[in-house]
């Protein structure tokens, strides 16, 4: 069954890292969804983390891939397990119009936060779990979205 | 010292000796410094395209990394194609390019290319040099990644201020820090335990092996294990030569233009034992019915490999070497059975075969019989890309390992000649065989100067058969006799749709290969007929030096067996022969 899997691969902090990775996943054929690099705690190591469509056949094939770059340190395939907090960002500009308080409730409930307000539009931004964002995004499209973006899914093991 | 200095230092302490490439403007004071050393012998090769598949020729031949040194730009840019090869088929090479000045990176400078860029997706790992205080540690680096592991190409490029530039406490480092990069060299335990257990179990009991027994030396242990277990095994392009062709239990080369026996093993046994090879589909054919009946055990130093195409039961990672000598010791010994019995039949119920009628013309798999019988016992033979090479895998008696050079998972036409020229550079006493055909020795045949230039010995055979033989053989077959530009001697007063050469044949013959040979300063003979056959083979054989020897062969012959593209692999067509 194709599937979403959020992948976080650890790296080397290496000239060109980035480049490998999403090389590899076009030259073999592998569609991105999102991908987030970023330093850690450490600053020889950066954290990749990758969002794939594929069969869990198809995405080990690309982890081992993966793997095998000599810049990377370690794979992980996180999309069955339990124990990580997976958190996106997303900043989302809606059109003010007059329906501004029901906005305004929303925001409050989704315990967002609205970061500016101009005569046309209200700018807010949301941070949490993929679904709860996919859920903000449904309820505020009624009220007409200029645009919004998405940062992309990172995580962290609770251990 | 400077870059340069420094680079060539650390080519003596990692045991360079030879070296193949093509100057160029960023790349002068590397050649200053090179000039200068005595161990390293530099050969100029006539493209860049020759140096690298030299350097991986010789890696082929000595298991040793084969390096090169090109300029910029285009130089860099001639490279891809040989450095694709050596990825391909595993080979440790690493190709040293020199690049533009550091500042001026990215501004389309002359001879400016993005070297990493192009390289990146075809070698296993690449380095632009950013300062010079990486340079030793960069090059450890370099030559430890192409050879350890799965081998495989690394390309090094070196801006010219970097090689100009000067590093007071040069230190050349003894080991390198990767931490993502530990090859698993010892299979696991369990795993090995497992797949003894298997084969004790399996009644149809099939060894299947590449190119990982011939780059991790394992040929002693597989031959040592087949003796001990009478399985029977079928071993790839890549892996000819691991155990001798006359071995009762060798059951030939499986595939596409596999034996019979071989093909017919892979699909009838109930244990498929792979070593070091990748299920590529030039032999798998359709995976759908690959081996269906078999639980599947894949030994690979390469985790990305199992359960790539076919899904695996039993997995060992590891070293070839290292995991068949521990098999060894926990497999049982095992008797030829009924199994034994059933493959030895189709062996010689399909034997390999080819007609040579004494007044037609010559046919190629005869050249390459004759070949087999005239040359020396420790002979390389390079083979290029095409039908000659598949009758080169069938026809030659393979005798060890590291002694037939091929050009398998990419393909590259134009890789024989300068291929056996690295074998040559390595191995000045052994004899080196070039077969190619007319179509793929053009592709690099700017390489006969080096030869001569150098008295590098290659005995180069070309099949000329007028034809790019193995595309022709596809269209007579697939394509309605279509033969379109694959003539090599079709011009604009033949007819548009030739069916082939009849009696009314316009074509030209050309290129003459013997003034081709002579005009380059090497031997060059002919044969046209089956009694000369023997008679230039002895003579170029026996003569020092390059030589190039021509065999106008039959231009339709085809090669079988052959399975069609996407077929199941006891599907095969095995021709009129």
Known sequence: ?159 | MTGAEILIDALKKEGVDVMFGYPGGVVIPIFDVLNRTREIRFILTRHEQGATHAADGYARATGKVGVCLVTSGPGATNTVTGIANAQLDSIPIVVISGQVRSPVIGTDAFQEADVVGLTRSICKHNYLVQNIEELPRIIKEAFHIASTGRPGPVSLDIPADIINASLKNYMYPKTVDLVGYKPTLKGNARQIERLAHAIANAKRPLLYTGGGIISSNASPELVKFINKTNIPVVITLMGLGSVPADHQLFLGMPGMHGRVAANYALMQCDLLVAVGTRFDDRVTGNLQTFAKQAIVAHVDIDPAEISKNVKTDIPVVGDAKNVLAELIQKVAARKPDEWNKTVNEWKTKHPLAYKQEKDGPIVPQYVIDRISHLMKDDAILVTDVGQHQMWSALFLRHRQPRSFLSSGGLGTMGFGLPAAMGAAMAFPKRQVIDISGDGSIQMNIQELATCAVNRIPVKIVVLNNGYLGMVRQWQQLFWKENYASTCLRQGPQCPPQCKGPGKKCKGVYWPDFVKVAEANGLLGLRAEKPSDVDKVLKQGFKTKGPVLMEFVVKSMENVYPMVPAGKSINEIITGDA
């Open chain 1, 1 to 159: 069954m194709e599937d979403k899997h959020t992948i976080i691969i650890t790296v080397a902090n290496r000239v060109g890292v980035l480049a490998r990775i999403t090389g590899l996943l076009s030259a073999r054929g592998y569609n991105i969804e999102s991908i987030i690099a970023a330093p850690t705690e450490n600053p020889d190591i950066y954290k990749v983390h990758l969002v794939v469509h594929g069969t869990d056949e198809k995405v080990e094939q690309v982890a081992k891939q993966l793997n095998k770059l000599v810049d990377t340190i370690k794979i992980q395939d996180i999309s069955h397990k339990r124990n990580y907090i997976v958190r996106e960002f997303i900043l989302i500009k809606v059109n003010a119009g007059n329906a501004r308080s029901e906005i305004f409730e929303l925001v409050d409930v989704f315990r967002a936060k609205v970061v500016d307000v101009t005569k046309n539009h209200i700018i807010i931004d949301l941070s949490g779990p993929s679904h709860k964002i996919e859920r903000f995004i449904e309820l505020l499209r009624p009220y007409g979205i200029h645009e919004f973006v998405r940062s992309g899914k990172v995580a962290v093991s609770e251990n």
